[in-house]
């Protein structure tokens, strides 16, 4: 606390005044007469006896009259209480001032119908005033950085007007991008200049833990005014809203709705989820402070982009908008295949027979393609693409089923033959950083065969169905052909699900940008495993763990940059894309780069469903956005953090609770008064005590 | 010691007003022994005229205290005894500390009502043909007489009385020692004071010695109206007379208490003495000296 007076000039007064009564007395002090007195004995007993009481009601009373004269001098003095500004318009001399504005979504929660994002424009237009020497730039901190002006200037009122209609997103504070940009503008302030900074925020524990205030100059004063409420929050949010797995027209899922009870107490919520024109509801019982997971069970009808959203039911809360998330999800039809192999069609006893009846004995859902003569189109409907016996395949369609990898495609690649490895090689290099497989195959110096399996993972496809008899099932299998394998040390070892005993990896599947490579390694045709019950379960849970790792996202973060794939669109140039509302926001651009269509919006809109749509009004791809999780929990960071670790060494000074931004307080005189009449009150009381 | 008699009267005696005091006389309370025949009883049993008793005669005694008239009636031998009478020696022991010089404005201090008190009894005791001597107390006796029943004698005594002057150092205690050392026949010891001591009880301790020699002691206890009380005002020095300092104080906050400490002293001063078996007087200077002197002669049986 540091106080501040408006009348020092009183304070003097009050001096004199306490020294005048002293000065009085002393100088009105009546001259003693004389006399002698033979019993003056009896008289020093007496005064002996009486002095030491004197002395403490003169003390006593010296004291309550000091305080009295004190209280009202201080009362004429006009104090100013609370805490000195560490920026504030009293300095004089030269500054560049920055100032921040949190304007995330948390900035809408509101206690008692108030806002922390109407207090923060009114704080932060308090340091956007006018000031001889002064120059203040204005950033706006959400997702991305928004500044007013490009440098700090000297027209506040430009400041203000872009302040007053600063309004809160459904986005996050990204933290130090507001810190940087603020650096960079007071990285330009001329020499000599006070640097300045001022952070306006409801400075919430999950964003302001990343802050870091090194980037900005070591002279530079900030200034922290928290306009979070002083009472805690509490606050029900949907904080995300996905499927998991592969979803399919007509097949059971479930839509996992993750709700965050930030409260002290335990709630019961009902929950609301309305996606392709269906109404589907659950309940739960949700702990305090942690994200419960709500499942509500889902058939979709039809294939096709599913969009809705899911919202909590009669929940009255602090932060109404993320009581509701939006939902895009995309329903597909029954996976098709395609199998590129040069073997021929001709039902024979050869290894791609034995695959394509594996993936679908009636084979109505397997494209068969010719591995040297590609028909890109019909790849690229293909949820699964399977290599089997495809012989030295281009590099660009090896580059092409990469892309598809990246988009989320699965791939089953069967090596069999040496060629294989140079094509898996290819396959790595196109698809680059993503490649993950935990081994690099490579020809095998000499004949592989009569190889068994020695190691394997219980939950191996095709091993974990069956149970205690896996071992059983697995001792008689032979396997022939395939590639020897060396292991990569920044590998995931986990990825290896089973080994032959010659060490190489025998079965292998890894993530590869959203989609997924599975390699079985041997050649089928001369192994005896297509004669064992395990065949036909290991290929179609390869086939289903491939293309099941399409997981539906959750919604995009707002603010976020976004680039979406849009593969499989035939015309880009007729794709229209199509916000919630008709609310003027940039909605991004679809462009074409590397034979891909590609949705690009360098910052994603509101919270909402987006929608890419072609001529006919078909949606082609859809993203919905939402703030992310951590906006949804309201506790405050604890000052002491910001002002000790997180300075960065920077003079940093908060300031919270409900009185910050507001003119400090000046009724102490009227508690001096106060104080002045208690004292004399006391004074009379202390006469009336030690009266004789 | 002074030896020769003054010329004049001393200043404190005032014959005029001694007159209306000359049917009153200051008589012991108890036998007395004295040198001469006179008109106050004596410890001894001599042939006075006065009757006193009868006693069982004893073989050997002088027959010519024998009552024959006795002896015929009831057959048995008996004295009869007559009550001797013989004068009185008076001492006056004057106080002359620096306390006694002391007393309210426009009045006397109590070592002058003192000394006009001393002077006055001198010459009622030499009226009534008794011997009076005088002593000033200051660091023990300063000056004095002998008793003595000579004209010529009391004005010495009063002369001496006369004469007497405050003193910075004085010990009361020690001039009673000095008294008593000088083996003094029992008399009346009359000790005009203010018995502002030191030590009140070595004080009576000293007179309870000439009591049980069969003295009889007389204290004059002499205060004056402006101790007893203290004056009106704000602000007020007193000094003390004994090399006591002085005390700056507002009488008002103090006045009830030192009242009261004052009574409790006199009080204290009566009760010593009244326990010493001292015959004690408290004599105001704010009253006249013969009416204080009248006071205690009457009921003394004069």
């Known amino acids: 606390m540091a106080m501040q007076l408006l009348n020092p000039w009183a304070l003097v007064l009050g001096a004199v005044s306490v020294g005048l009564p002293i000065a009085v007395h002393l100088l009105t002090r009546p001259r003693p007469k004389r006399m002698a007195l033979p019993t003056v004995r009896f008289l020093r007993g007496v005064i002996e006896q009486k002095r030491s009481i004197n002395k403490l009601r003169d003390w006593l009373l010296l004291l309550l009259r000091t305080l009295a004269v004190t209280a009202l001098a201080f009362a004429f003095a006009r104090p100013l209480l609370g805490v000195k500004p560490l920026v504030s318009s009293d300095a004089t001399g030269d500054a560049t001032r920055v100032v921040i504005v949190d304007v995330s979504q948390s900035m809408t929660a509101s206690q008692r119908g108030i806002s922390p994002i109407e207090r923060a424009r009114e704080v932060a237009a308090a340091h956007l005033a006018f000031h001889p020497g002064l120059r203040a730039s204005l950033i706006l901190a959400g997702e991305s950085a928004e500044m007013a002006t490009s440098s700090a200037t000297a027209n506040f009122a430009a400041l203000r007007e872009q302040l007053a209609s600063a309004a809160a997103q459904t986005q996050r504070t990204n933290v130090p991008a507001a810190i940087n940009a603020a650096a960079e503008v007071l990285a330009k302030s001329p020499q000599g200049h006070r640097r300045e900074l001022v952070i306006v925020s409801d400075f919430q524990r999950s964003n302001w833990t990343a802050a870091d205030f090194t980037p900005l100059p070591a002279d530079t004063q900030i200034q922290l005014e928290s306009v979070a409420p002083t009472a805690p929050l509490e606050n029900l949010a949907i904080v995300r809203a996905a499927v998991r797995g592969r979803v399919e027209a007509g097949g059971a899922t479930r839509i996992e709705l993750d709700v965050l009870n930030d409260a002290r107490t335990p709630r019961a919520v009902q929950v609301e989820v309305t996606i392709g024109g269906q109404s589907l509801h659950g309940s739960a019982t949700l702990p305090p402070r942690v994200r419960t997971t709500v499942p509500i069970a889902w058939t979709p009808t039809t294939a096709g982009w599913a969009t809705g959203k899911a919202r909590l039911l009669d929940v009255g809360d602090a932060l109404p908008q993320d009581d509701q998330r939006p939902i895009a999800i995309e329903v597909s039809s029954a996976p098709t295949y395609v199998l590129l192999t040069r073997e021929s069609a001709a039902p024979a006893p050869v290894s791609s027979h034995f695959v394509e009846r594996a993936l679908a004995p009636t084979g109505e859902r397997v494209t068969r393609l010719d591995s040297q003569q590609i028909d890109r189109v019909a790849l690229s409907k293909a949820a699964l693409v399977v290599i089997d016996h495809a012989g030295k395949m281009s590099d660009s369609d090896l580059e092409w089923i990469a892309g598809m990898l990246r988009r989320g495609r699965g791939v089953l690649y069967i090596a069999a033959e040496p060629i294989d490895a140079i094509n898996l090689a290819s396959l790595a290099r196109a698809a680059g950083s993503d490649w993950k497989l935990p081994v690099e195959f490579v020809p095998s110096s000499f004949a592989r065969g009569d190889l068994f399996l020695s190691d394997w993972r219980v939950d191996a496809p095709g091993i974990a169905l069956l149970g205690d008899s896996a071992q059983a099932a697995i001792a008689p299998l032979r396997f022939a052909g395939g590639l020897a394998s060396r292991p990569i040390a920044s590998g995931l070892k986990d990825d290896i699900f089973a080994s032959f005993n010659d060490r190489s990896a025998a079965i292998v599947m890894s993530p590869c940008g959203a989609g997924n490579i599975a390699v079985l390694n041997a050649d089928l045709a001369r192994s005896n495993i297509i004669s064992s019950n395990i065949f036909v379960p290991l290929i179609g849970e390869l086939a289903n763990r491939a293309i099941s790792s399409r997981v539906a996202d959750d919604a995009c973060p707002s603010g976020q940059p976004l680039v979406a794939s849009l593969a499989s669109v035939a015309k880009p140039d007729k794709l229209d894309i199509v916000g919630p509302d008709d609310a003027s926001v940039d909605l991004g651009e679809i462009v074409v780069e590397s034979n891909q269509t590609l949705w690009r919006w360098p910052h994603s809109g509101p919270a909402g469903v987006y929608r890419v749509v072609d001529e006919e009004k078909a949606v082609v791809h859809a993203i919905a956005t939402a703030a992310p999780a951590e906006e949804s929990s309201l506790a405050p960071i604890d000052p002491k953090l910001l002002e000790s670790r997180l300075a960065g060494g920077r003079t940093v000074q908060f300031n919270g609770g409900d009185d910050v931004g507001a003119k400090r307080d000046d009724t102490a005189w009227t508690w001096a008064m106060a104080g002045t009449s208690v004292f004399v009150l006391l004074e009379l009381l202390t006469l009336l005590l030690f009266r004789n | ?302």
């Not at chain 2, 007395?32 to 410890?43: E, T």
């Not at chain 2, 000056?143 to 004085?170: C, F, K, M, N, Y």
Request: with cysteine.
């Open chain 2, 1 to 302: 010691m002074s030896t020769l008699a003054p010329d004049s009267d001393s200043k404190f005696l005032q014959r005029a007003a001694l007159a209306s005091l000359r049917h009153l006389r200051f008589a012991p309370r108890q036998r007395v022994h004295g040198g001469n025949a006179g008109r106050h009883r004596s410890h001894q049993h001599g042939g006075s005229s006065e009757f006193a008793d009868y006693r069982q005669y004893t073989p050997g005694e002088d027959l010519r205290r024998l009552d024959w008239k006795v002896l015929a009636r009831t057959g048995r031998p008996y004295v009869r005894l007559y009550q001797d009478e013989t004068d009185m020696r008076c001492l006056l022991l004057l106080d002359a500390s620096a306390s006694m010089d002391f007393g309210s404005p426009n009045g006397l201090t109590k070592l002058q009502y003192a000394k006009y008190l001393a002077t006055a009894m001198s010459q009622l005791i030499l009226d009534q043909l008794d011997c009076v001597g005088a002593a000033i107390a200051g660091a023990g006796v300063v000056d004095r007489l002998l008793p003595g029943g000579t004209p010529t004698h009391v004005r010495r005594v009063q002369s001496l009385i006369e004469a007497a002057q405050p003193l910075a150092q004085t010990d009361l205690v020690k001039a009673l020692d000095d008294i008593r050392s000088t083996n003094l026949r029992s008399g009346s010891l009359i000790l005009l004071s203010d018995f502002l001591v030191d030590d009140l009880d070595a004080l009576f301790a000293s007179l309870r010695l000439f009591r049980r020699r069969r003295w009889d002691v007389l204290l004059l206890h002499i205060v004056d109206r402006s101790e007893e009380t203290l004056p009106d005002g704000v602000a007020w020095r007193f000094e003390g007379l004994e090399n006591e300092g002085a005390v700056d104080c507002s009488p008002a906050e103090v006045k009830c208490d030192y009242e009261a400490r004052f009574s409790a002293f006199c009080a204290e001063v009566r009760t010593l003495a009244l326990a010493s078996d001292c015959d004690y007087r408290r004599l105001s200077t704010a009253t006249h000296y013969l009416q204080s002197l009248s006071g205690f002669l009457v009921p003394r049986g004069g």
